[in-house]
């Protein structure tokens, strides 16, 4: 292939890529250094560092940061345990195995904001959960910080769980047989099989599932828009639907775009320890 035809056929991916993320981080970068809101979007003011140091020193934002960190601890590692235990669950299963599939990968297929209003709608007060709660624990469930917060985070589990079990599952398809076989004959158990072959077989998805999970973690804001419904009163911000606050309802664009940029540098710091130990395992298996 010369380089005329390489080009042709590299081109039109650069220019979307330059067109939907370079221009617009562009933007996001000049934007974070002036005092922008919707009066004065021709003439912004320029402010240098203030939006950031005005961001850094924010109480409201590290309370979302904290929330967002929590969301991110107890999401992903147990959407990896659950999505790992199903899969394998759905290894052994034979029979009906295409509708089971189907049916636990429902969460992941629908919108997040009809999942969660749906989730939101099984704890109000006309429920099936809120009922259950009430009927077999006397429990009154109420909308709270505490129970708000839980409500995202499992919802939010519920989401990606089907995620992680379908990629796991994909991977243990290839699982080689004659391992497992040869393991059965030197009289390993189960334990042994799964230690010893099944998680490092499997180990470079799971550090995938991780990135992605991290990543959209990062990034919730769909489901604290409608489980929260915009009250205030729940202090249940995450950093992205707390950015969405400073930009939409208190009108300070250059804030908010140097709180995004802020926030890709923090999903870059955060994802290194994963972006080296897959760099490493691609090195090693060369």
């Known amino acids: 292939m010369n380089d005329k035809t390489f080009f042709g056929f590299v081109s039109p991916s650069v220019i979307i890529m330059v067109l939907l993320m370079v221009i617009p981080l562009m933007t996001a970068v000049f934007l974070g250094f002036h005092f922008v809101t919707y009066s004065n979007l021709e003439s ?9 140091t005005e961001m850094l020193t924010d109480p409201d934002f590290w309370a979302s940061f904290n929330f967002t960190f929590i969301y991110i601890v107890t999401v992903v590692p147990a959407s990896l345990v659950l999505g790992f235990g199903i899969a ?3 290894d052994q299963v034979t029979a009906f195995r295409g509708f089971f599939i189907a049916a636990a990968l429902i969460p992941h ?3 997040p904001v009809v999942g969660s209003l ?3 709608t099984m704890f109000d007060r006309s429920g099936l959960y809120w009922y259950l709660l009430r009927a077999l624990f006397d429990y009154d469930f109420t909308m ?6 839980m409500l995202i985070i499992g919802q939010g589990i519920w989401q990606t769980t089907p995620f992680a079990m379908i990629t796991l599952f994909a991977g243990l398809q290839t699982l080689p047989k004659q391992l497992m076989e040869a393991a059965t004959v030197d009289g390993a158990n189960a334990f042994q099989k799964l230690w010893h072959i099944i998680l490092p077989h499997l180990r470079s998805l799971f550090l995938f599932i991780s990135l992605m999970g991290v990543m959209d973690a990062y990034r919730v804001l769909d489901q604290v828009l409608v489980i929260t419904k915009q009250n205030p009163l729940f202090r249940a911000d995450t950093v992205m639907y707390y950015n969405y606050k400073v930009a939409v309802m208190f009108s300070r664009l250059g804030k908010a775009n140097a ?6 540098f923090g999903i870059f710091i955060v994802l290194i320890p994963f972006l080296r130990i897959t760099y490493k395992q691609q090195m090693e298996s060369r």
């Open 44 to 52: 912004p003011q320029y402010v240098g560092l203030q939006n950031y």
């Open 88 to 90: 394998m669950l759905l």
């Open 109 to 111: 297929i629908i919108t």
């Open 118 to 120: 749906m989730f939101r």
């Open 144 to 149: 709270t910080t505490t129970t708000v917060r």
């Open 259 to 264: 709180m995004s940029i802020l926030t890709v």
